[in-house]
């Protein structure tokens, strides 16, 4: 069970388990204990999984945040996964989810995730991560706070750092 590194730094087991979509002619097998299931499945089954809240979702690259928008805030756990660690559209995810659509849960960056990431990755409202397999989760925390200023306006910063020295 892979460790869990939050945006403070600390670091938990994991017990969410990451489940993939049932191959054609198969049906979705449930894990016991917490499930994130791919959108596309939670979209084809919802009403199944109303209210619980042990299912989240998880989104691939190219999946959309719009499919789930009316039932964000249902879901106590999001994951976006990183295929590969060259692929931004996770970030992108990560923005919309949080402030086009007010996705106010926790918000899990999973796949191809690295130590130099995890700033932008929390820039862009990401609460927790999963490493990649090889990456030493002790460097974390210093990867998680590399800069103590940041220019740009973002999720964890609603203004730029013009406009908060003026301030």
Known sequence: MP?????????????WTL??????????????????????????NQDAFAGRNDIG??????????TVAGDLNQLPLIAVNFPKFTDGRGYS??????ERHGY???LRA?????LDQLFYMKRCGFDSYVLRADKDINKADGCLNVFSNAYQAAVDV??????RRTA
Do not use: M
């Open 3 to 15: 460790d869990v590194i939050r945006k403070d730094g600390i670091h938990n087991d994991d017990l």
């Open 19 to 44: 489940v993939s979509a049932p191959v054609e002619g198969e049906s979705l097998q449930l894990p016991d204990g917490p499930a994130l299931l791919p959108v596309t499945v939670w979209n084809e």
């Open 57 to 66: 979702v998880w989104f691939d690259s190219h999946d959309e945040p719009e």
């Open 93 to 98: 995810i990560a923005r919309l989810l949080r």
């Open 104 to 106: 106010t849960g926790e």
């Open 110 to 114: 999973v796949g191809d995730v690295l």
């Open 158 to 163: 609603k203004e730029p750092l013009f406009r």
